[in-house]
Nanobody, 126 residues
Framework: QLHLVASGGGLVQPGGSLRLSCAAS????????IGWFRQAPGKEREGVSC???????YYANSVKGRFTISRDNAKNTVYLQMDSLKPEDTAVYYC????????????????????WGQGTQVTVSS
């Protein structure tokens, strides 16, 4: 059973940066595509970014050019570097794992993912 723990959230001013981590245990991440999702109060969960084991990656238009996803299989960890943060980035951020590979479409479909972390709060406010 794959277990995911998301961390790194916090309070940051607009224009600031945070790096989220998604640490996996129980199974090597090599076999999984990893996605980051977020959910703001009163809104649906939305896909932010994802990365396959072959290094292919995808970003939602709302974060393209500001967020960078990466993975370190040796550490069984996936990262989401978030720069130039905006108040509208405020949400609970979740990481999720899909056994296999995701496409540029399935990357953003929450039902596609088999395992979920517990979420970490990101608040962008002055």
């Amino acid at each position: 059973q794959l277990h995911l723990v998301a961390s790194g959230g916090g309070l940051v001013q607009p224009g600031g940066s945070l790096r989220l981590s998604c640490a996996a245990s129980g199974f090597p991440l090599d076999y999984y595509a990893i996605g980051w999702f977020r959910q703001a109060p009163g809104k649906e969960r939305e896909g932010v970014s994802c990365i396959n084991n072959d290094g292919s990656l995808y970003y939602a238009n709302s974060v393209k050019g500001r967020f960078t996803i990466s993975r370190d299989n040796a550490k069984n960890t996936v990262y989401l570097q978030m720069d130039s943060l905006k108040p509208e980035d405020t949400a609970v951020y979740y990481c999720a794992a899909d056994y296999g590979r995701v496409s540029g479409v399935s990357c953003y479909i929450a039902l596609r993912y088999d395992y979920w972390g517990q979420g970490t709060q990101v608040t962008v406010s002055s």
